[in-house]
């Protein structure tokens, strides 16, 4: 039995009108995710990898394309209620604690009462925030905020998980534990799309790899298919963005 796309994206394009021109932020992307995946997203600074998350996740609007998410309009409730997202910079209510954080969060879902209280104390204490839960917000370093951005795209129990640069701001222990996590999520069948500059650790976690460059998609494929004939995924990487360059000038 053929395994489903989770995610199908068809000719996505998001341009704004700037200086008396257009400027392709997203320039016609299509790629599909089958269920169980860990698929990460790359490309040099500005080269459309938020714009392209929010546009799925329902923050952005397309100039143009499709988004279909287990067949159905990314936009439609039911959908939303099946996806998960970690912002980059993840926002949180200062004078809330983490544990009051999650708990709001999962409020936004046809969440009973008993499974939302049992989904906070267990996300606290997976992503290594049980000792910090009944502190305020205000007071969690940059690596704990990711910690707690992380378990509120995990609240309600997402089919599909989407996270923008979930690694950044983590130590090695952090990020070796959210890294554990995410394998963890693709054990139990869920899918992942995440954005990472940190090339090792996509290398590492994923089973796919898109590149993305000045909003164009140019190279797909397996880590080790890519990597073939270079040192590591930083090394293909840097020379493919640096073939382009040349090109273009």
Request: aromatic letters at 8%; a positive charge.
């Amino acid at each position: 039995m053929p395994i489903m796309d989770v995610l199908n994206i068809k000719n996505l394009s998001k341009s704004y009108h700037l200086n008396g021109g257009d400027v392709h932020v997203v320039d016609r992307l299509t790629l599909s995710l089958k269920k169980g995946e860990v698929f990460g997203f790359l490309g040099p600074n500005g080269a459309g990898k938020t714009t392209t998350i929010k546009m799925i996740v329902g923050l952005a609007f397309p100039s143009s394309g499709e988004i279909k998410i287990f067949g159905k309009s990314n936009t439609d409730l039911a959908t939303k209620e099946k996806i998960g997202f970690m912002s980059e910079h993840p926002y949180f209510y200062s004078y809330l604690t983490g544990r009051e954080m999650l708990d709001f969060f999962g409020k936004l879902f046809p969440i009973a009462h008993e499974v939302r209280i049992k989904n906070t104390k267990e996300l606290l204490e997976k992503v290594g925030l049980a000792d910090a839960a009944d502190i305020p917000v205000r007071k969690y370093s940059k690596g704990m905020n990711q910690r707690l951005g992380l378990a509120s795209a995990l609240i309600n129990d997402p089919k599909i998980i989407f996270l923008d640069e979930p690694l950044d701001g983590l130590d090695p222990l952090g990020r070796r534990q959210i890294k554990e996590i995410i394998k963890d999520l693709k054990k139990e069948g869920k899918t992942v799309f995440l954005n990472s500059h940190i090339l090792a650790d996509a290398e590492e976690i994923c089973d796919q790899i898109g590149i993305i460059d000045r909003g164009k998609l140019i190279a797909r494929g397996e880590p080790k298919s890519l990597v073939k004939g270079s040192k590591s995924l930083e090394d293909f990487f840097v020379k493919l963005i640096e073939k382009r360059r040349r090109e273009d000038k």
